[in-house]
């Protein structure tokens, strides 16, 4: 079992940047591939980024294409996700999710109830 924390989120002004990091551990991420969500107040859950296990493939949602990066540190057992050019629209709880994958994957997944293992969440407020 893997365990997910959160961080890096916070009160940003639009145009500015955050980082969030996701910290595993109980198990190497390695063999995991990993999604960023982001829920906003009434809306639903929804894939912002993913990343396949090997790293090779990412996907991004059409909103953050561009501004956003995922990328992951296996020797770290960490996941990232760099924001920039941040709007208000931006503004959810940010989750990450883990995956238990073949070492060899190459495969993105984007749906919530593909994952398995869940991070607590990290808010993000971008003020206009």
């Known amino acids: 079992q893997v365990q997910l924390v959160e961080s890096g989120g916070g009160l940003v002004q639009a145009g500015g940047s955050l980082r969030l990091s996701c910290a595993a551990s109980?198990?190497?991420?390695?063999?995991?591939?990993l999604g960023w969500f982001r829920q906003a107040p009434g809306m639903e859950r929804e894939c912002v980024s993913a990343?396949?296990?090997?790293?090779?493939?990412?996907y991004y949602a059409d909103s953050v294409k561009g501004r956003f990066t995922i990328s992951r540190d296996n020797a770290k057992n960490t996941l990232y996700l760099q924001m920039n050019s941040l709007k208000p629209e931006d503004t959810a709880v940010y989750y990450c999710?883990?995956?238990?994958?073949?070492?060899?994957?190459?495969?993105?997944?984007?749906?919530?109830?593909?994952?398995?293992?869940w991070g607590q969440g990290t808010q993000v407020t971008v003020s206009s």
């Open positions: 109980g198990r190497t991420i390695s063999n995991y591939a």
């Open positions: 990343i396949s296990v090997i790293g090779g493939s990412t």
């Open positions: 999710a883990a995956k238990l994958k073949p070492y060899y994957s190459d495969y993105v997944h984007r749906r919530q109830n593909e994952y398995t293992y």
